[in-house]
């Protein structure tokens, strides 16, 4: 073992070669260093965590955590009596609900849930498809063990 492989097996990493698109690596120097990373492997670790986040929840054994946000005109068609109707049937999988009334029309509503990924996936899908629905977000955290 060289001097080199020592010290890195020390620190707990592995060396890797990869090869980036030039472009495609300025891009990703220029953002990281404006987020304040110091160091490019630090930007791509932290890249690959919410890589790894965000293609392993559907297949998650096990409960995951799901944030759906979304925005909605309280007024369009019945949308408060049927976003109250799902919010209920998922109360399986819905943890918390925070209510912000925007303005005059606008409300936005934040649902925490843990559960299946599946069954957030269709509490997202069934919340999406509501008429006067807009701008929903599914935002997939750290997987729970
Ligand atoms: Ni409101």
Not at 6 to 31: N, T, Y
Not at 96 to 118: F, I, K, Q, W, Y
Request: proline residues 2%.
């Amino acid at each position: 073992m060289s001097s080199e492989e020592a010290q890195l097996k020390e620190e707990g990493v592995i060396r890797a070669s990869v090869s980036f698109p030039p472009e495609l690596l300025r891009e990703f120097d220029e953002l990281a260093k404006s987020l304040g990373y110091r160091k490019r492997s630090q930007a791509i670790c932290d890249a690959m965590r919410n890589f790894i986040v965000e293609y392993s929840w559907k297949e998650a054994q096990g409960n995951v955590i799901g944030v759906i946000s979304f925005i909605y005109e309280h007024e369009t068609g019945a949308v408060a009596e049927r976003l109250l109707e799902v919010e209920h049937s998922f109360n399986d999988v819905i943890v918390s609900t925070m209510h912000v009334h925007l303005d005059e029309e606008n409300c936005l509503e934040v649902l925490v849930s843990r559960g299946p990924a599946e069954r957030i996936q269709k509490l997202s899908n069934t919340l999406q498809s509501l008429r006067g629905v807009k701008h929903l977000k599914l935002l997939t955290t750290a997987l729970v063990k």
